[in-house]
């Protein structure tokens, strides 16, 4: 089956740190461009971060160096490790396959707040 399937959000103190998951299954992940994208209450979904099949990446601005993607093709896995969260932070987090047929997650919540 094609699928994405997030993990790993909550609920994290500002200043503190969480790693999603996103795990692919169904089609050959390691030829892929994978991204994370985030959508806050009342806001439109925003790309967070791209990460080609040879590991380039790049990032939105407000990330600020604080969140990095990253891949590991023998488990079929992208990553974003985030640092220093912010209450404005808080959205539900997505990952996406750009490419056409384009494919989403299900999503998973992170929460920022004291």
């Known amino acids: 089956q094609v699928q994405l399937v997030e993990s790993g959000g909550g609920l994290v103190q500002p200043g503190g740190s969480l790693r999603l998951s996103c795990a692919a299954s169904?089609?050959?992940?390691?030829?892929?461009?994978m991204s994370w994208y985030r959508q806050a209450p009342g806001k439109e979904r925003e790309l967070v971060a791209n990460i080609t099949p040879g590991g380039n990446t790049n990032y939105a601005d407000f990330v600020e160096g604080r969140f990095t993607i990253s891949r590991d093709n023998g488990k079929n896995t992208v990553y974003l490790q985030m640092n220093s969260l912010k209450p404005e932070d808080t959205a539900v987090y997505y990952c996406?396959?750009?490419?056409?047929?384009?494919?989403w997650g299900q999503g998973t919540q992170v929460t920022v707040s004291s």
């Open positions: 996406r396959r750009p490419s056409f047929p384009t494919l």
């Open positions: 169904g089609f050959p992940f390691s030829s892929y461009t």
